[in-house]
């Protein structure tokens, strides 16, 4: 029995093992994918999104609260218009009368006043507070930021279960690159046991040197082969890596357990988010609709003043005042403005309609050809274990043949070949078989996220 034999003969045993006690163990390949939920760079952008909505989920609610302010001015003024007053010309003939009566100067003249219109040295300061009453758009508004966070959190479920797909790929397309690479090191060893064989055969006599010409022909191939799947796995390696967020040669744990059988698809299938999606955005653009609609009822604030008005800064009881009051504001009239908005809000609801009912029949097809591509895979993984195992044994046969002088070197190596193939077709197929399963299991959104 050959080294490969061998390895596989034990491999068998572990998978047997491992497939025991998979079921009570997580794998290595779901502590990366968690691991991947928390490193993930795209994921912590959905992430950061999702907290932006939440804040202005806050900022929504917040218009239902008071608004307090402190406001303040000061003025200084210089000509512009006056009020002017007569007072000289109205109360001097009445003080002189007196003044004559009285036989004294009691009664001074005065002069006409022309009083300022523009405040001069004047403040005021005050704090104000606001309430809302009746307000439909703030209402509306707060609605549509729930909707806005629903969409998101459908959003990071998506990305997260693509990201499922894609680090199983990964790491199923590296093992396959770390097979390809084992496959042709045992093929590489074969070869040179035949280079052996070959150069006794022709220091003996027995044989000329055209059957160790080809060996070594076929050496390089498998060389160049080798450094080809190393230059794969290492790709595919870094891919891996990429996706968690880690450094390009982090080694890559393989848990023998996740290629033990076929895997299992969840017979469950759950509702995908990209329809989650379209349903908030469709629910968010009818509570547009509604709001533009809202312009019928009015709006009604409140507000209260408390502060300090008067000249040269003087705060007394007499400039301490407070001043109470609502307001209400009812769009009659404005041009159709709100008509057409509420017309490009339904337009939109309508558009988004249209793209759930042609987005869930592209997610019907979608499982579809994932399902069938699938069973395509399965079929052609239990076809590629047969091939392997049919050449394995031709190969064998053959060796023994060549071996006892009755075999061209040349079907031996067609032998050889045909043998390497079919391993590699083999470990193509099963991580075929897993990429496909990995994509049902998207398409039918059947992964536990939590």
């Known amino acids: 029995m050959s080294t490969l034999l061998i390895k596989r003969a034990l491999f068998a045993i572990v998978l047997t093992l491992g497939g025991i006690t998979h079921a009570a163990a997580q ?16 994921l912590q952008q959905q992430n950061i999104q999702l907290d932006k909505s939440l804040n202005a989920l806050k900022e929504a609610r917040s218009y239902f609260m008071p608004n307090v302010s402190m406001l303040g001015s000061y003025t200084r003024a210089a000509g512009g218009r006056t009020i002017d007053l007569p007072i000289g010309d109205l109360f001097n003939p009445v003080y002189t009368t007196l003044n004559q009566l009285t036989h004294s100067n009691a009664f001074p003249q005065i002069q006409n006043a022309s009083v300022l219109l523009n405040p001069n040295n004047f403040y005021d300061a005050k704090l104000r507070t606001a309430l809302p009453l009746i307000n439909a758009e703030i209402y509306y508004n707060q609605k549509i ?4 966070i629903s969409q998101q959190q459908a959003s990071i479920n998506v990305y997260k279960r693509e990201l499922v797909k894609n680090v199983k790929a990964a790491y199923y397309q590296y093992y396959q690159a770390q097979q390809a690479i084992e496959i042709y090191k045992s093929a590489l060893k074969l070869i040179n046991e035949n280079i052996r064989v070959n150069e006794s055969l022709v220091r ?17 191939k498998i060389v160049a082969a080798i450094t080809q799947a190393t230059n794969n796995a290492r790709n595919a390696k870094a891919y891996f890596n990429f996706l968690l967020n880690r450094d390009l040669e982090t080694d890559i744990k393989i848990d023998m357990s996740v290629f033990a059988k076929e895997p299992i698809l969840n017979s469950a299938p759950g509702e995908r988010e990209e329809l989650a999606q379209l349903k908030t955005g469709i629910s968010a653009y009818g509570l547009a609709e509604q709001m533009q609609r809202s312009y019928l009822v009015p709006k009604l604030n409140t507000f209260l003043d408390v502060g300090s008005q008067g000249f040269n800064f003087d705060v007394n009881n007499k400039t301490k005042y407070y001043l109470w009051g609502v307001n209400l504001q009812w769009d009659l009239f404005a041009g159709g403005q709100h008509k057409y908005k509420t017309l490009q809000a339904k337009a939109d609801k309508q558009a988004l309609e249209v793209q759930y009912d042609q987005t869930e029949k592209a997610l019907q097809l979608q499982n579809e050809q994932a399902s069938n591509n699938y069973s395509s895979a399965v079929a052609n993984y239990k076809s590629a274990q047969k091939q392997q195992q049919l050449s394995q044994k031709y190969y064998n046969d053959q060796l023994k043949v060549y071996k006892e002088g009755q075999l061209l070197y040349l079907e031996l190596v067609d032998a050889l070949n045909q043998y390497t193939g079919a391993q590699l077709q083999l470990s193509l197929a099963q991580a075929s078989m897993l990429t496909a399963a990995a994509d049902i299991e998207r398409a039918q959104a059947s992964f536990q996220l939590n």
């Open 204 to 220: 003996n006599g027995v044989r000329n040197s055209t059957a160790l010409t080809r060996s070594e022909a076929e050496k390089e």
């Open 145 to 148: 930021k729930k909707e806005l």
């Open 27 to 42: 794998t290595e390949l779901d502590n990366y994918i968690q691991e991947a939920f928390k490193t993930n760079q795209g």
